[in-house]
């Protein structure tokens, strides 16, 4: 029985996009910036309400005025439990941050004439007065997978606010930030729409290639994944190695490079079992305060000035004083003495091992070859194009067409997208269907996803793995015994455990013999493995997962090869997402492509 389903709008985005959609998206890519003003930026939330102002207690729960407790707050602030909606209250909190340094405001804001909204023109009004500037903190699109709703808040936020002098502008241009919430819910050509149709200078959370090329500027909201659990003196080492990473990336596209602090994180009263960091009596808020400047950003975030409920702020509370405040103070006057940094213009830069003369020689060998890009766009591709590979990006539609999907067509498949795919356009399992056919036709498909595990999640968000009716065998978080090694993914390192990868130097040669696993940001494992693959497979490693004993813990590449009854071979290349961050990624691509050029069915 055939089953008809109706595509959501995410996954049909990219159709309705310009024919061109990598070109399309290397248009975002050429918006650069250089000599940036400093800036110093706190992450404000206007989402508090008192009955006398509001009409009911509102993010507070019922106060305990006796015991000076808060349902939903782990710190009691000075000021009492208050109205965001107060110009009292207003009034002291930005004279408490432009004391201790802080220049602006980012403003959580959840829609137009929302609770956080209606508090906009007194924070723009006592920003103002006190010489500091504001932005929003875009939390959500209204519609998931519709741009124009995005479009038409950007566009809301420009004529209410935009024009305000207290609004934060780069040449001219009101400035967005948006979170990673809202990150999701549109696709990245959607969001490229979104920047171009609006004209805003957009700021994303997440630190990637492809963000960094679509958006002005990266950051990221709450590091605290990246620091818990750990001593001070591993937190100094891995706030070195993200901060510096963080604004390398952005220098390398010449956009706003943002480095984000914070001074400690306790969610365990509002979520179970929660997360908390500790605060070190301070010590954590200066030394992520130290490397940030070290690493010479363009601007700071601040996370946050009062975010109560998760226990990251530094506005004065009972239980810690103003100690935050005053150390604020001393570590933004260090940062604002330093001049705006000077980024050469141009294209954005890629640096590797690999020479002019090699890329030029490899795409000669691709000449006449056409690489259909699927999932998502990253810089990469787009990268790729302008060296002169022939990509072409193909909608899911196009994916699930026995008519667009041809070996002959396109000899090599790239997906570059998230941990989401689609299983059906029109009939059941189409999507799946198509792609196993194109691979037991002689295709080749390179993996290289942008999360953790591919083709994992469906168009309805049900966990529905298809990697392994691909012939894609990645594990994840349990584990499968080999001899006396237990292979399998894990959130974030054993406890411990030191781990690094032993690299194919063969089938990579431009590659280091040995990289380190990352110390920061997504630390999500999903290696592959042979363990339990058939008889006549070939699995040949790229990066073998080891830690300092030599005991495997999976690999993070590797190529498969499977010999098909009257079929043929099907072929794929696996890399783990987080590889192109750790090693030079125009080294791994050309090494990659060049592994793959003689195994494509079709010469030309």
């Known amino acids: 029985m055939k089953r008809f389903l109706t595509l959501p709008l995410l996954l049909l985005a990219t159709s309705a996009l310009a024919a061109d959609v990598l070109q399309e998206m290397a248009k975002r890519g050429e918006v650069t910036y250089s000599n940036v003003p400093r800036e110093v930026l706190a992450f404000y939330y206007p989402w508090y309400g008192t009955p006398d102002l509001d009409g009911n207690w509102v993010h507070w729960g019922k106060p305990d005025f006796e015991k000076k407790d808060l349902p939903a707050s782990l710190n009691y602030p000075i000021l009492g439990p208050y109205s965001s909606h107060d110009p009292k209250i207003v009034k002291e909190h930005m004279r408490m941050m432009k004391d201790a340094g802080v220049t602006g405001v980012v403003v959580s804001w959840w829609g137009q004439r929302d609770f956080t909204d209606r508090a906009m023109p007194l924070i723009l009004q006592q920003c103002a007065s006190h010489g500091m500037k504001a932005t929003v903190y875009y939390e959500r699109v209204p519609k998931l997978n519709d741009p124009a709703t995005a479009v038409a808040d950007f566009n809301y936020i420009k004529k209410q606010y935009g024009s305000h002098r207290a609004f934060l502008r780069i040449g001219g241009k009101p400035v967005v930030v948006v979170y990673g919430r809202a990150m999701g819910q549109l696709s990245l050509p959607q969001w490229a729409d979104v920047v171009n149709d609006t004209s805003v200078v957009a700021i994303a959370d997440g630190y990637s290639p492809a963000n960094a090329m679509v958006f002005d500027g990266v950051h990221t909201y709450n590091p605290v994944g990246t620091y818990a659990n750990k001593s001070l003196e591993e937190i100094r080492v891995i706030s070195n190695e993200a901060s510096r990473n963080w604004v390398r990336l952005a220098r390398e596209h010449k956009k706003i490079s943002v480095v984000t602090v914070l001074p400690g994180y306790d969610d365990t009263k509002i979520r179970s079992p929660g997360l908390k960091l500790d605060r070190f009596e301070g010590k954590l808020y200066d030394i992520v305060w130290e490397e940030a400047i070290a690493a010479d950003p ?181 584990t499968r015994s080999s001899g006396s090694e237990r292979v399998g993914g894990f959130e974030s390192p054993p406890a411990g455990v030191k781990l690094r990868f032993r690299v194919n130097v063969k089938a990579l040669p431009h590659l280091p013999r040995i990289v380190k696993f990352p110390e920061s940001g997504d630390l999500r494992f999903r290696p592959v493995s042979n363990i339990g693959l058939p008889d006549g497979v070939v699995y040949v490693p790229l990066f073998r997962a080891v830690d300092a004993r030599g005991e495997w813990y999976g690999d993070a590449g590797a190529y498969i090869e499977r010999t098909l009854p009257e079929k043929g071979k099907a072929r794929l290349l696996y890399v783990w997402f987080r590889m192109p961050d750790i090693v030079p990624a125009d080294d791994l691509y050309h090494d990659l492509l060049s592994s793959l050029r003689p195994k494509l069915k079709t010469i030309r």
């Open 298 to 478: 363009d601007w700071v975030f601040i996370t946050t000035f009062n975010e109560l409920h998760e226990g990251s702020e530094i506005e004065p509370t009972l239980e810690l004083g103003d100690l935050y405040l005053r150390k604020t103070a001393l570590h933004a006057k260090r940062f604002m003495k330093r001049p705006p940094v000077k980024v050469s213009p141009g294209s954005p830069s890629k640096g590797g091992k690999v020479s002019p003369a090699e890329w030029s020689a490899l795409a000669r060998r691709y000449r006449g070859v056409k690489i259909g890009v699927f999932g998502d766009v990253t810089f990469t591709a787009v990268h790729l194009r302008r060296l002169g590979f022939k990509l072409e990006f193909l909608s899911w539609e196009d994916i699930a067409s026995e008519r667009v999907l041809r070996v002959i067509e396109y000899p090599l498949l790239y997906f570059c997208g998230s941990e989401r795919y689609v299983r059906t356009v029109k009939e059941q399992g189409d999507v799946i269907a198509s792609l196993k056919r194109y691979l037991g036709n002689g295709g080749v498909m390179l993996v290289v996803p942008q999360m953790p595990f591919p083709f994992f999640y469906d168009e309805t968000g049900r966990a529905r793995n298809a990697s392994r009716e691909l012939g894609l065998p990645i594990l994840g978080a349990s």
